[in-house]
């Protein structure tokens, strides 16, 4: 991405010291939605001495040498909180495994001296971004180096669960011989299915294609030529776990796929079915998994990941004789370790040096004058990324997105670098673990194989506001609701700011009026009388408040979309009422 997007770092040359720096990043809230008022901006301020990276977990020698090159470089393992809370008040950056909680009282005790903090990895759960942001130091991490150690990992865990290694292992260093008990399963013609096909789920597929195992995947985003490309079937989740003999999870940990594996999904799959886990621990739910052992539902799991790391001692599934646990060592071979310390200490030291990473998980960066202006449309740009995105049901994946701005400007008088930004945040987060902004926007949705085409549409008018409306349109997909499908064949959706809000203006081929706020119920009904308040009346006696209604339809007492705004997120009991009304024909919840 282009340098001039951030305000360019002034680097004042002094022959015996290392360059002073001075970034500004203006900060907007819709970013990073932590930016208390009157906190905008910040600014890393200048260091005249050599920086200092207090590199607090065991990071590769490589990576340490190109940190040692440009810093001083203090590698201090195991801190207490308390003893890296003093630490870091004399540090520029930290860097970091999954091991080190960066809480918000560490960038407090910094003093404001932190300026980056560098996951060594993919996942960044274990650092306060808000925290981070606020007081405006950088996060960075290394999406990619690690991702073929953790699908081997994988692949390792697979064939030690069926041949039973962990437990023949510990028999036989207990001094038994125990032939009969330790008899496993072959994986030969076995079906495997992959939750989730992002960079590890793929490669997992790929190695359990040479072990003779028939794969499927399941991830509503992934495109599905990519799937094919490799001999894989991509499969709706409830074919993916009723026929499977073993079961991968390589899904991000999002609100949509915590507790995924419950005792209704355990109920469905074959009996004796194999899991393994080494995303993250949250998307089972660990309890109906210790139930689905003891009922001989699923016949073994092997788990590097926990909910909570390290698990308790006591803790039942890790003590269970039919599960093999690693401690959360994915990513931990010699290789990935090296390429993980190298990716993250030039993403280190390039930011300390002021250049953009492209790894960088926080970093807003846009002219004040022009965030100022396009504050609005960036609530609705992103917006309309998420319910697009939200919308679609499965087909050839996510990866052809058309972006129409409606504007009486002429293009060169509108930078819609941000708006792409967000709608690429918007229609990325709802479905992975990444975190996208300015900065990583493109980077992100490039990787993901989607690609963004932009279109302007030049109205007549004032040029005053810069924008009329945005239109988001997702090709090649089903729709969890049919009526989102214009009638060209994608998903659609348009929105535009009124009175200063964020409103959704169309669906589909339906003109609706809805203020892009809280959650959002579209339903698609025959148009005839009493149907406003049939909804209505269901969501006031659950207690639900509907901020918003519209109707759009085709014509009188044909089709019509209403769009009902709700503060609260209906009970699935509550969405069954409004389903049941015989005169609705669809209907589909949306968070915002
Ligand atoms: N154990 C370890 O040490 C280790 C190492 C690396 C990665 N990880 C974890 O593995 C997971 C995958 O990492 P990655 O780098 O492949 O991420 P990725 O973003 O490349 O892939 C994740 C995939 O999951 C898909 N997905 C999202 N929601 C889904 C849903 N509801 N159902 C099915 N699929 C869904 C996405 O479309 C994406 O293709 C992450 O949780 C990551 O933190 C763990
Ligand atoms: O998120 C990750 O990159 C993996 O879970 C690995 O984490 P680790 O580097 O702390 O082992």
Not at 226 to 246: C, K, Q
């Amino acid at each position: 991405m282009a340098a001039h997007l951030l305000s360019a770092p002034s680097l004042k040359s002094n022959p015996t010291k290392t360059p002073s720096l001075s970034w500004r990043l203006p900060l907007p809230a819709s970013l990073t939605s932590v930016a208390p008022r009157g906190r905008r901006s910040f600014v890393v301020m200048a260091m005249d001495a050599k920086p200092t990276v207090l590199v607090a977990e065991k990071l590769g020698a490589a990576g340490l040498d190109l940190l040692k090159n440009f810093a001083n470089v203090d590698c201090s393992y195991n801190l207490t909180q308390e003893e890296l809370c003093t630490k870091i008040s004399l540090c520029d950056a930290l860097i970091v495994r999954s091991g080190t909680k960066v809480s918000r009282e560490v960038f407090e005790s910094s003093g404001g001296r932190l300026k980056v903090v560098g996951r060594a990895g993919v996942g960044i759960d274990n650092v306060d971004l808000s925290a981070a942001t606020e007081h405006g130091c950088l996060v960075v991490n290394a999406p990619t180096a690690n991702t073929v150690a953790a699908a081997e990992h994988g692949i390792a865990l697979i064939t030690a669960m069926a041949r039973n290694v962990a437990q023949a292992d510990a028999s036989v260093k207990a001094g038994k011989w125990q032939r009969n008990k330790y008899v496993g399963v072959s994986l030969v013609g076995k079906t495997l299915a992959v939750m989730g096909f992002g960079k590890v789920g793929s490669e997992v597929a790929r190695r359990a294609k040479g072990l003779g195992m028939h794969v499927i995947a399941h991830d509503p985003y992934a495109p599905a030529d990519r799937a094919h490309a490799i001999g894989v079937d991509l499969v709706s989740f409830e074919e993916a776990i009723s026929t499977a003999d073993f079961i991968s999870l390589h899904m991000p940990l999002t609100p949509a796929t915590s507790k995924i594996l419950n005792d209704e999904s355990f109920a469905k799959m074959k009996k004796g079915v194999r899991i393994v886990n080494v995303a993250r621990g949250g998307v089972i739910d660990e309890d109906a998994l210790v139930r689905a052992l003891d009922a001989g539902i699923v016949a073994q799991a092997a788990l590097d990941v926990f909910t909570e790391e390290p698990p308790a001692k006591d803790n039942k599934l890790v003590l269970h004789e039919n599960v093999t646990a690693t401690p959360h060592l994915g990513a931990s071979t010699t290789e990935a370790q090296e390429g993980v310390a190298i990716e993250i200490a030039e993403a280190v030291v390039g930011a300390l040096k002021g250049e953009l990473a492209a790894t960088a998980v926080n970093a807003p960066m846009v002219p004040a004058e022009v965030l100022s202006e396009l504050a609005p449309f960036v609530v609705v740009a992103e917006k309309l990324g998420r319910l697009a995105v939200q919308l679609v049901a499965g087909g050839s994946g996510v990866k052809s997105v058309k972006v129409t701005y409606a504007s009486a400007r002429a293009p060169d008088d509108l930078d819609t670098r941000l708006l792409r930004a967000m709608i690429i945040k918007g229609l990325i987060e709802p479905i992975s673990s990444a975190f996208v902004n300015l900065v990583n926007a493109d980077f992100t949705a490039k990787q993901r194989g989607l690609r963004i085409a932009e279109e302007r549409i030049l109205l007549d008018g004032s040029p005053e506001n810069p924008l009329e409306y945005i239109q988001v349109q997702i090709a090649n997909v089903e729709s969890k609701f049919a009526s989102a499908i214009s009638e060209t064949g994608e998903v659609k959706v348009e929105g535009r700011v009124k009175d200063g809000k964020p409103h959704l203006t169309r669906v589909g081929s339906f003109n609706v009026d809805v203020s892009l706020e809280g959650s959002l119920i579209l339903c698609r009904q025959v148009d005839q009388p009493g149907m406003i308040g049939k909804v209505g009346s269901i969501l006031g006696s659950e207690n639900v408040n509907v901020s918003f209604m519209s109707v759009g339809r085709i014509a009188p007492r044909k089709h019509a979309v209403m769009a009902i705004g709700v503060d609260e997120e209906p009970k699935k009991e509550t969405l069954k009422k409004i389903g049941d009304i015989p005169a609705v024909e669809e209907f589909v919840f949306l968070k915002l």
